[in-house]
Nanobody, 120 residues
Framework: VQLVESGGGLVQAGGSLRLSCAAS????????MGWFRQAPGKEREFVAA????????YYADSVKGRFTISGDNAKNTVDLQMNSVKPDDTAVYYC??????????????WGQGTQVTVSS
């Protein structure tokens, strides 16, 4: 499975940004999809995920109500709409293909990451 992110960049606090991830590979349709992020000096953390069917979504408390994840199975893409961004959202964002265990998402395949910087 190959994952390629796009859409990162610089945005002012309170603004919006949309990240996209294009997935390819023979087994990609068998995975749930999600996003993680890693800020400088911090561990990688879960952001959001969408089930394989697209029927369920999962969010970290820190982004709930501000970020929206959506998947397009026909195109094998997953987007992350980021609204009302904060400086704390500054991080490298990684797309992941993985599995949902109960309500936790675990990445199995990873993209190369895209930088998101929020200025205050």
């Amino acid at each position: 499975v190959q994952l390629v992110e796009s859409g990162g960049g610089l945005v002012q606090a309170g603004g919006s940004l949309r990240l996209s991830c294009a997935a390819s590979g023979r087994t990609v349709s068998s995975y749930a999809m999600g996003w993680f992020r890693q800020a400088p000096g911090k561990e990688r953390e879960f952001v959001a995920a969408v089930s394989r069917s697209g029927g369920r979504t999962y969010y970290a408390d820190s982004v709930k109500g501000r970020f929206t994840i959506s998947g397009d199975n026909a195109k094998n893409t997953v987007d992350l709409q980021m609204n009302s961004v904060k400086p704390d959202d500054t991080a490298v964002y990684y797309c992941a293909a993985g599995v949902v265990i109960v309500t936790s998402f675990r990445g199995v395949h990873w993209g190369q990451g895209t930088q998101v910087t929020v200025s205050s």
